[in-house]
């Protein structure tokens, strides 16, 4: 009878061991959650990928790939012009950075002159800048663009426009 109390008295001992080490492991899970829920990592075989040829903000031929979707207001995209492809004139709400992949490119704010951006370039486009990016007319040209906030298309860059460009 003794041995019995003892034993039944031994049973919530190793219950409430058992529950603290379950406990300690849903805690370190619970944490490990929350840090995998603060960053988002985007693999290649996640990405969600192609877009198909730039629609109607584009002249050209221009290809996009979406490396992340919009993401706490912030998106990152491939895009590869080819020659003579350009976007519209264009605004990002928060700016937007270019990191140039490949080829040469022309860049320009509305009122300044066109600027040649090489493969290796980085570059930042202030907040509501109104501007437009593309390929030079003999050249291709990728970049990636962290566009932050919404954008506001504009006019068509016209051919008058985008043959003064040099370079
Ligand atoms: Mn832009």
């Not at 990405?47 to 992340?68: I, K, L, N, Q």
């Not at 009122?111 to 501007?131: F, K, L, R, Y």
């Amino acid at each position: 009878m003794r041995q019995v109390l003892h034993h039944s008295q031994d049973i919530p001992k190793w219950q409430k061991c058992l529950k603290s080490v379950f406990g300690l492991k849903d805690i370190f899970s619970l944490e490990m959650n929350q840090e995998a829920s603060r960053v988002k990592i985007v693999s290649p075989n996640e990405e969600p990928g192609g877009s198909g040829r730039g629609g109607a903000t584009f002249t050209g031929d221009v290809f996009t790939y979406v490396t992340m979707e919009y993401t706490d207001g912030a998106a990152v995209t491939n895009v590869c012009f080819t020659p003579g492809a350009r976007t519209h004139w264009h605004s990002h709400e928060n700016g937007q950075m270019l990191i140039v992949l490949a080829g040469r490119g022309w860049i320009q704010s509305q009122g300044e002159s066109v600027h040649v951006i090489h493969a290796g370039d980085t570059v930042w486009v202030p907040p509501n800048e109104s501007h437009w990016h593309g390929a030079t007319k003999i050249s291709y040209m990728t970049h990636k663009a962290i566009s932050l906030g919404s954008t506001k298309w504009g006019d068509e860059v016209s051919e008058s426009e985008y043959g003064k460009s040099v370079g």
